[in-house]
């Protein structure tokens, strides 16, 4: 098979995969070699979709043994196969990259015969890149789950990111839809991940000639709407992989409907709403020091589709406001519904050199439309309705569908702006 | 009401900075010399460009404002908006009295001026890091040509020297007719005649054709959202891009 033809079929597989970031790492690069990773991460396109493209995203091989049913590659499904060779992925990738097309390759694979033999090809891959070709650009790499621990840490030491995908947020989930998949079997390469990433973090603190391993963190991605697990249990469980497992990052996937197996759910489209409401509230997690326990419980166990969750815990907490401009404490300016982390900095450094009105606060950039009803500028309120949570509620849904049109829809993947 | 010409350089409007402390005569404006349209009354002074004086303002800046004053100096330069060096003269003078935290006054104009057009600059700079395009040429040298909206071939210069250091590369900017040059060991700044044709090496086309097929499949069928995409890839950056490109 031609390699055009093969590229076309194993990166149309690996497109379900969300992540795409390529930031956390500062290899640098070395004399003789290409490549060099930025911290920040680097977009090198956007497809139709409206998605960043940063990496060289491809599965290895789609020839899979499992049977997974929310999957295109399930080894039951009708579609067209192929399985790279090291070589190949790597000519690839560093002739895209010499081309400034990708900030580096994100690899994944189907369980192409079996799981260590899987995982060793992928090794086998980015060793080749790292020490033959002498590529110093971002490397992605999958672990395969049930491989042995012993090739996924010693691919560890190649890779700027790996990451192992939970998919189903539940046990239950997983026992239906891919049986072969085991709870503790993917924890459990996380896990190992988890302390490797930290011991080599430990050592190179104290010998700098330490090898890098995994510097830009471990990620997974979770599959959401295939089963009924609540968002309520998903935000615990990232809560969990944040806290517990250190993890950089947790991808949400709309479930996108693949199949017709009655095991699956019944939807025409992808909840897309709802993925986008969990970037919001796991993005509360990770930068606005909120936790899960704060924006979701027993009784409000699903985000609010109508309103972002800051929003909502606002409403529900309306005790707390309004908070004055000029006095409140940096962390509760974060908490204000409209005000982000770059209103929230601005705000706090030009009240050092004097007090702030609210026509201050729009020339310094701050979005006014709902933080109005939550704040007060020198001990004055701004709001047009009284602080009543009907009445706020009214305000911010209203706005929210006036200029949405689908475009608050779009928020996904590695660029959430939040508000 | 007097004028300050200058040739057009970063050294020279510095220079310019120093005098207009030196001469205690605040300049009404300070314009580069194929810009001025001199009216009647003006008066004018002729800038001479000098090192010296230059790097003094240059040190000055960072040492007695900040580091992050300087750059945002630099990057309103070469944002080449109308009056940027009377702009950069006020912020300056107030850097000069309020020192580093001339950059808290956010309700300030001059300096919510500076740093909007300095981020745009910076936005810019960061964006063409990604979007910028090599297609590789017959003698092995990589060449990618772009028209950025602010001049910023300088700042993404050392991006590529140190990530793609064992290469030749040429960036050209063919509005301005300036290219940066890469020989695997330096990159220095020079004109590159807009017109100029290049011969594409031999596996180019395969190399183009596999790009495009791959971008063309990452999209996932039924989230298409072209506004976004324009929102992150202005229409205006499609000229180069090999991913936009019919065949
Ligand atoms: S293991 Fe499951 S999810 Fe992964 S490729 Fe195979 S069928 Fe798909």
């Not at chain 1, 499904?77 to 399985?83: F, G, I, L, N, Y």
Request: aromatic share 12%; with cysteine.
């Amino acid at each position: 098979m031609e390699l055009a033809e093969k590229l076309k079929i194993l990166s149309a597989a690996a497109k379900y995969d969300v992540s795409c970031s390529s930031s956390g790492s500062r290899r640098a690069n070395v004399p003789g070699g290409v490549g060099s990773a930025a911290y920040s991460g680097i977009c090198h396109s956007w497809t139709d979709d409206g998605r960043c493209v940063s990496l060289l995203k491809i599965l290895f091989s789609n020839e899979c043994l499992y049977n997974c049913a929310y999957c295109v590659n399930r080894i039951s499904s009708d579609t067209p196969r192929a399985t790279f060779t090291p070589e190949e992925v790597a000519d690839l990738t560093i002739n895209f990259y010499r081309r400034n097309y990708i900030e580096g390759l994100f690899l994944s694979s189907a369980i192409y015969r079996n799981e260590n033999y899987t995982m060793e090809l992928l090794l086998k891959t980015v060793k080749k890149l790292r020490h033959e070709y002498n590529f110093n650009g971002y490397i992605h790499l999958k672990a395969i789950p049930g491989a042995d621990l012993a090739l996924i840490s010693e691919a560890g030491k190649y890779a700027d990111r790996m990451s192992v995908n939970i998919e189903l947020p539940s046990e239950e989930g997983l026992k239906l839809l891919a049986p072969r998949k085991k709870k503790e079997v993917i924890l459990k390469s996380i896990g190992s991940l988890t302390e490797n990433i930290k011991r080599y973090r430990e050592e190179r603190k104290v010998f700098k000639n330490t090898p890098t391993f995994v510097p830009a963190g471990q990620s997974t991605q979770l599959i959401v709407g295939a089963t009924p697990d609540s968002d309520l249990k998903i935000m615990r469980l990232s809560e969990t992989l944040y806290k517990s497992f250190d993890l950089k990052r947790v991808y949400y996937s709309a479930y996108v409907p693949v199949s017709n197996d009655p095991k699956l759910p019944r939807i025409s489209s992808p909840p897309l709403v709802r993925e986008n409401r969990l970037y919001q509230a796991d993005w509360l997690l990770r930068f606005y020091g909120f936790s899960a326990g704060e924006l979701l419980d027993k009784q409000h166990p699903n985000l609010d589709l109508e309103l972002d969750p800051k929003a909502s815990w606002a409403l529900r907490n309306l005790h707390l406001f309004p908070v004055e401009i000029n006095t409140a404490e940096y962390r509760m300016l974060l908490r204000v519904p409209g005000i982000g982390v770059t209103s929230a900095k601005r705000i706090a450094a030009a009240r050092k050199v004097g007090s702030l009105g609210y026509e201050d606060l729009k020339k310094i950039g701050v979005v006014l439309k709902r933080a109005r009803y939550f704040i007060t500028c020198r001990g004055k309120y701004f709001g047009d309705v009284n602080i009543r949570e009907d009445l706020i509620k009214n305000k911010l849904v209203g706005s929210f569908q006036r200029k949405s049109d689908g475009k608050q829809l779009t928020m996904f993947n590695d660029v959430v702006p939040y508000r | 009401m007097l004028y300050y010409i200058y040739d057009g350089s970063f050294q020279g409007l510095l220079t310019a900075v120093y005098e207009a402390y030196y001469r205690r005569e605040e300049p009404f404006d300070i314009t580069p010399e194929n810009n001025f349209s001199g009216d009647l009354f003006a008066r004018q002074v002729h800038i001479k460009t000098d090192g010296d004086k230059a790097g003094r303002v240059f040190r000055a800046v960072k040492e007695k404002i900040s580091p992050r004053a300087i750059k945002q100096v630099y990057y309103v330069f070469l944002s080449e908006i109308m009056q940027r060096e009377t702009l950069i003269y006020c912020y300056l003078k107030k850097g000069f009295k309020l020192g580093k935290d001339v950059d808290l006054y956010l309700t300030d104009k001059t300096v919510h001026e500076i740093q909007k057009v300095s981020q745009k600059v910076g936005r810019e700079k960061h964006r063409m890091l990604g979007l910028i395009r090599f297609r590789k040429l017959v003698g092995d040298i990589y060449y990618a040509p772009i028209e950025p909206d602010y001049n910023i071939v300088t700042l993404v210069a050392p991006h590529f020297a140190r990530r793609l250091s064992d290469q030749n590369w040429v960036i050209h900017d063919t509005r301005r007719g300036s290219a940066v040059l890469y020989n695997k060991k330096e990159w220095v700044l020079a004109q590159l005649d807009p017109g100029r044709e290049f011969r594409l090496s031999e596996e180019e086309k395969d190399y183009q054709q596999m790009w495009r097929g791959y971008f063309n499949s990452a999209s996932v069928p039924g989230r298409t959202n072209t506004r976004l995409q324009r929102q992150f890839m202005p229409v205006r950056y499609w000229k180069y891009l090999i991913e936009k490109q019919e065949l």
